[in-house]
């Protein structure tokens, strides 16, 4: 059980159904042991009252024993009369164990039956007053106790009671019945309770993890968990989750200053390198070795200053201080101003660049220069991730509420496991696997793809096959009230 509130309801309904098994077993043991007792009290009484009566009409000077037409010893007939009555099974038999009255109800029993009744006179029951036997071939199975009978004349031997367990068997069995009709109702409302128990004691909990799920960026930092005023356990979750994340806060802001700082002093060193460079360059008389190396200082430079830009503008986007400045524009018109950059970067590469545009404009709300800036950074990863002989295409889209931006290169593709870390900062795939001859990037590019994409309120997305090529798709709202239309679906 994957979750802490299924492991509960479990762990509940199972403490609650053993609890409910357990009360049933007592109750089911109670009622066993009531239900016998009362049979055995009603036989024990039956032979005690048996033995009074007969005790009783000897002293009282009666007959109690009389002779059949066979001359065989048989209790009076009034006695006879009077015993019948007992609902139960009476034998009464002489000292030498002979039968002298087998009472009605043991009419249907066998001879051989009777007499095993009767021979239980000859072994009374142990150390307890009643003892149960099986009546064979019947196979019932009865209580018994057996009394001797004293001073009822020198023919009477003892007197056997016995009563049938079925009686109580069936009580009990209806009982085990209920249990089972109620039982699994039982659990059924354990589980029940037990998850709404697990709900809520959790519930704070789900909080907690929502709370702390959205602040996922170092841009969220700020924001803390809300404290209970009790201080539980989750209080102190709380807690302690928060003072985590100022300390967090601290050091991310403390980078940040730093990336910041470091950006913004190298920028003045940069531009000053960069003129002075280029003054030597146009200086005259300049060796051709030393103009050769000079200029390879300044495509450095070059590089160095577009990567402190952008690393500024990250710096900067981290702390809140980057605005765009959007207003309405031809996407088309866009995408075609970059056409010509994508030739003179496509055609060295020996690449085929192709730019479809619709006829008519896609008018989007956006940051012109931050628009263009992504696209070139699309165009040039797509050139020199593509060996010479291959495609890139530049096409743009316009779906009801959205502009959709697509660059496709046949290149050498992205690992499907590079796939989830190309938007961050600084990731780069394995270096050999570059064009031969291209520098590779700092991994910031497509990180201020995807930033610039989203604050337009947009999105980026990346298919790529690898030995096959990518392709980026950069979705743009067309108007404010775009964020009610779902993006559209490729
Ligand atoms: P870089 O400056 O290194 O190109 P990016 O952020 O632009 O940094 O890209 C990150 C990584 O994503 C690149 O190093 C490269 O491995 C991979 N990548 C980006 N675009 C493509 C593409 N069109 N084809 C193949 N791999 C690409």
Same mark, same amino acid.
């Given at each position: 059980?994957?979750?802490?509130?299924?492991?509960?309801? &479990?762990?509940?309904?199972?403490?609650?159904?053993?609890?409910?098994?357990?009360?049933?077993?007592?109750?089911?043991?109670?009622? =066993?042991?009531?239900?016998?007792?009362?049979?055995?009290?009603?036989?024990?009484?039956?032979?005690?009252?048996?033995?009074?009566?007969?005790?009783?009409?000897?002293?009282?000077?009666?007959?109690?024993?009389?002779?059949?037409?066979?001359?065989?010893?048989?209790?009076?007939?009034?006695?006879?009369?009077?015993?019948?009555?007992?609902?139960?099974?009476?034998?009464?038999?002489? *000292?030498?164990?002979?039968?002298?009255? &087998?009472?009605?109800?043991?009419?249907?029993?066998?001879?051989?039956?009777?007499?095993?009744?009767?021979?239980?006179?000859? =072994?009374?029951?142990? =150390?307890?007053?009643?003892?149960?036997?099986?009546?064979?071939?019947?196979?019932?199975?009865?209580?018994?106790?057996?009394?001797?009978?004293?001073?009822?004349?020198?023919?009477?031997?003892?007197?056997?009671?016995?009563?049938?367990?079925?009686?109580?068997?069936?009580?009990?069995?209806?009982?085990?019945?209920?249990?089972?009709?109620?039982?699994?109702?039982?659990?059924?409302?354990?589980?029940?309770?037990?998850?709404?128990?697990?709900?809520?004691?959790?519930?704070?909990?789900? &909080?907690?993890?929502?709370?702390?799920?959205?602040?996922?960026?170092?841009?969220?930092?700020?924001?803390?968990?809300?404290?209970?005023?009790? =201080?539980? @356990?989750?209080?102190?979750?709380? @807690?302690?989750?928060?003072?985590?994340?100022?300390?967090?806060?601290?050091?991310?802001?403390?980078?940040?200053?730093?990336?910041?700082?470091?950006?913004?002093?190298?920028?003045?060193?940069?531009?000053?390198?960069?003129?002075?460079?280029?003054?030597?360059?146009?200086?005259?008389?300049?060796?051709?070795?030393?103009?050769?190396?000079?200029?390879? *200082?300044?495509?450095?430079?070059?590089?160095?200053?577009?990567?402190?830009?952008?690393?500024?503008?990250?710096?900067?986007?981290?702390?809140?201080?980057?605005?765009?400045?959007?207003?309405?524009?031809?996407?088309?018109?866009?995408?075609?101003?970059?056409?010509?950059?994508?030739?003179?970067?496509?055609?060295?590469?020996?690449?085929?660049?192709?730019?479809?545009?619709?006829?008519?404009?896609?008018?989007?709300?956006?940051?012109?220069?931050?628009?263009?800036?992504?696209?070139?950074?699309?165009?040039?990863?797509?050139?020199?991730?593509?060996?010479?002989?291959?495609?890139?295409?530049?096409?743009?889209?316009?779906?009801?509420?959205? &502009?959709?931006?697509?660059?496709?290169?046949?290149?050498?593709?992205?690992?499907?496991?590079?796939?989830?870390?190309?938007?961050?900062?600084?990731?780069?795939?394995?270096?050999?696997?570059?064009?031969?001859?291209?520098?590779?990037?700092?991994?910031?590019?497509?990180?201020?793809?995807?930033?610039?994409?989203?604050?337009?309120?947009?999105?980026?997305?990346?298919?790529?096959?690898?030995?096959?090529?990518?392709?980026?798709?950069?979705?743009?709202?067309?108007?404010?009230?775009?964020?009610?239309?779902?993006?559209?679906?490729?």
């Amino acid at each position: 059980m994957a979750t802490i509130r299924g492991r509960l309801t &479990a762990w509940y309904a199972t403490a609650l159904t053993l609890t409910l098994a357990g009360f049933a077993l007592v109750i089911y043991g109670a009622r =066993r042991r009531a239900a016998f007792q009362e049979l055995d009290r009603r036989i024990v009484s039956e032979a005690e009252l048996t033995a009074g009566i007969l005790a009783g009409v000897y002293r009282a000077g009666g007959v109690v024993v009389q002779r059949n037409e066979a001359g065989l010893p048989t209790l009076a007939s009034e006695l006879t009369a009077t015993l019948d009555v007992v609902p139960d099974y009476l034998v009464i038999t002489t *000292v030498e164990g002979r039968i002298l009255f &087998a009472s009605a109800e043991t009419q249907p029993f066998t001879f051989q039956e009777v007499e095993q009744l009767a021979g239980l006179a000859r =072994r009374p029951p142990g =150390r307890g007053a009643v003892d149960t036997v099986t009546v064979r071939p019947r196979g019932l199975r009865l209580r018994f106790a057996v009394r001797p009978v004293t001073g009822a004349g020198p023919e009477l031997g003892a007197v056997v009671a016995g009563a049938t367990t079925a009686g109580a068997t069936l009580q009990l069995q209806e009982l085990l019945g209920t249990f089972a009709l109620i039982l699994p109702f039982g659990v059924l409302i354990a589980y029940v309770v037990g998850s709404w128990i697990a709900e809520r004691a959790l519930a704070p909990v789900d &909080a907690i993890i929502t709370e702390v799920r959205e602040i996922t960026d170092g841009r969220s930092l700020h924001r803390r968990l809300p404290v209970p005023l009790e =201080r539980d @356990e989750l209080g102190r979750l709380s @807690e302690t989750l928060n003072e985590m994340m100022g300390r967090l806060e601290r050091s991310f802001t403390a980078l940040r200053r730093f990336t910041a700082d470091a950006s913004h002093e190298l920028k003045t060193p940069l531009t000053v390198l960069r003129s002075g460079v280029q003054r030597a360059v146009r200086a005259r008389d300049v060796p051709r070795d030393t103009l050769e190396t000079l200029e390879e *200082v300044l495509q450095e430079i070059n590089r160095m200053t577009e990567l402190v830009d952008t690393l500024l503008t990250l710096a900067r986007v981290d702390e809140g201080r980057v605005s765009l400045h959007r207003e309405p524009a031809d996407l088309g018109a866009i995408v075609e101003e970059t056409r010509e950059t994508g030739e003179l970067l496509a055609e060295p590469a020996g690449l085929t660049l192709s730019v479809e545009v619709p006829r008519e404009p896609v008018m989007a709300p956006v940051d012109r220069s931050r628009i263009r800036q992504l696209l070139l950074n699309l165009l040039t990863n797509a050139v020199k991730y593509t060996p010479p002989g291959g495609r890139v295409r530049v096409r743009l889209d316009s779906a009801p509420g959205w &502009a959709v931006l697509n660059v496709a290169d046949t290149g050498i593709g992205i690992a499907p496991g590079d796939l989830p870390q190309i938007f961050d900062r600084f990731w780069r795939a394995d270096i050999a696997r570059t064009r031969t001859g291209e520098r590779a990037g700092a991994g910031l590019g497509l990180a201020i793809c995807k930033w610039i994409a989203e604050a337009h309120g947009g999105s980026i997305e990346v298919h790529s096959r690898p030995g096959r090529g990518t392709a980026f798709t950069v979705k743009l709202p067309r108007d404010a009230a775009a964020d009610r239309i779902p993006p559209p679906v490729e």
